[in-house]
């Protein structure tokens, strides 16, 4: 009996969709969380957009329902496609998702 029921929940699909890029990762800490994005940004300008796809990829990782929802009752479908890298998402949309995760945006002298 115990064999059906984990069988059973192997194939419950899941509630949210997972990441492709990270399909089992944990969530990961704020300090590890803005050390991904610090390095992202450390790449310049030609890889702006890798900056992004990272914070799409870690808003999956912490749970793109609840970011979503904090972002002002986004979709988590509107909220993927905005962080997917294909466009420039808004510097607003940006602030929200990081401060669903828990971090800040700072500028600092270079």
């Known amino acids: 009996m115990l064999q059906k029921s984990v069988e059973h929940q192997e194939r419950t699909p899941p509630t949210s969709k997972p ?5 089992d ?30 914070l799409g990829l870690l808003a999956d990782v912490h749970g793109i329902n609840d970011i979503a929802r904090a ?20 510097l607003q949309t940006v602030v929200k998702v990081l401060r669903a995760m828990d971090l800040r945006f700072r500028v600092r002298p270079s």
């Open 19 to 23: 990441s492709a890029a990270l399909p």
């Open 71 to 90: 972002c002002g009752g986004l979709s988590a479908d509107a909220l993927r496609r905005e962080l997917s890298g294909q466009r420039a998402p808004s």
């Open 25 to 54: 990762a944990p969530r990961r800490s704020p300090e590890e969380s803005a050390a991904l994005l610090t390095n992202c940004m450390r790449e310049g300008d030609s890889e702006a957009m890798l900056f992004v796809r990272t």
